[in-house]
């Protein structure tokens, strides 16, 4: 008896996925939740299990194809498998997303292959061009995901169909040159990116920290930490991470989003921390953060950094945001403006701690100072709040004490 292999939940707000790579072929044996299958969606990358222990019989969703949550991948029989039969495609009612597309009603993709069903089906209702969509599935095809990214584009959404702009001229090849298609991933960052500098009124305040009182703070303690919190290193995001909290609860606004013509505050903090993986940007979410004390901080933030690099991040953890923090010191920037996660409000951006000659008590020291910038929504927070904000964070890491009597 077979056992089909479906496409699992994918996460909030997650209803389609591409078949990214099938890790085990027709006629292989496999064990029972052994990844055989990864998924990938517009956010990471999903392996689906072995749903029990068996022999690899068919595959229905190829490669490229785009499959919604459900759709049947294949299915797994009984047997050892030993060797590899001709591939299985189910001949008559297949699952939605994965049957094979009928020829093209409208204009064919520029990359000259049909688009996938349901990206076909979404570009008749919407009356987009199939010219116009760069296609990222197999062989060039256009799948729901590249429909979906080039609606998400603001200029998409306004631009006639046709008459089109003129192509640009063919750019003469190089040899040493290499082509690689985005990633759906890195289309997706790259359509809520622009989303958040077209939608918002985003402006960015910049101010100057003394790192001093923390790095004394953590030199003194970093030790005593480790030990007593089992291998938990102190670094300098909790103290960012406690200091924002802190000073959201005195600017509710700044941890508030918009949706629609209300204004929406929330009683917690999830707070968004930026870390970087091998297929780009990601901003895992640390939920209820101002419940959690400095060990608890340190290690979800090393937790999430490991799994980015592992790409094993879940989905839900890449959602729910409130409010977020990037740091791109870790790479050497000493300046830069970061963009709003949308739909949160305002974003922190940390930097590189360089030693600067100060005037402090009226004589010039070198201090170790650090760049911060909070980049914020217009629309819906203050310059006076934008500013005052920034000053309590500043304010609290120069004197870590204050986090301490909630000051």
Known sequence: MSTEIKVPTLGESVTTATVARWIRKVGETVAQDEPIVELETDKVTVEVNAPQAGTIEAIAADEGAEVEVGALLGTIGAGTGAAAAPEARPAAN?????????PPSGPVARTGHAPMPAAQKMMTEQKIDAAQVDGTGKDGRITKGDVLAFIET??????????????????????????????????????????????????????EVDMGPVMALRAEYKDVFEKKHKGIRLGFMSFFVRACIAALREFPAVNAEIDGDEIVYKNFVN???????????????????????????????????KRARDGALKLDELSGGSFSITNGGVFGSLMSTPIINPPQSAILGMHKIQDRPMAVGGKVE??????????????????????????????????????????
Do not use: W
């Open 271 to 305: 707070m968004g921390i930026a870390v970087s993986s091998p297929s780009g940007l990601v901003v895992p979410v640390l939920r209820d953060a101002d419940q959690l004390n400095f060990p608890q901080i340190e290690g979800a933030i090393a937790d999430f950094g």
């Open 154 to 207: 603001p200029a998409a959404a306004t631009a006639p169909a046709a008459p089109r702009a003129a192509p640009r001229a063919p750019r003469t090849a190089d040899a040493r040159e290499e082509r690689v298609k985005m990633t759906r991933l890195r289309k997706t960052i790259a359509a809520r990116l622009k989303e958040a500098q077209n939608t918002a009124a985003m402006l960015t305040t910049f101010n």
């Open 94 to 102: 297949p699952q939605p997303g994965v049957n094979p597309p009928p």
């Open 366 to 407: 070198i201090r170790p100072m650090m760049y911060l910038a909070l980049s914020y929504d217009h629309r819906i927070i203050d310059g006076r709040e934008a500013v005052s904000f920034l000053v309590r964070v500043k304010e609290s890491i120069e004197d870590p004490r204050r986090l301490l009597l909630d000051i």
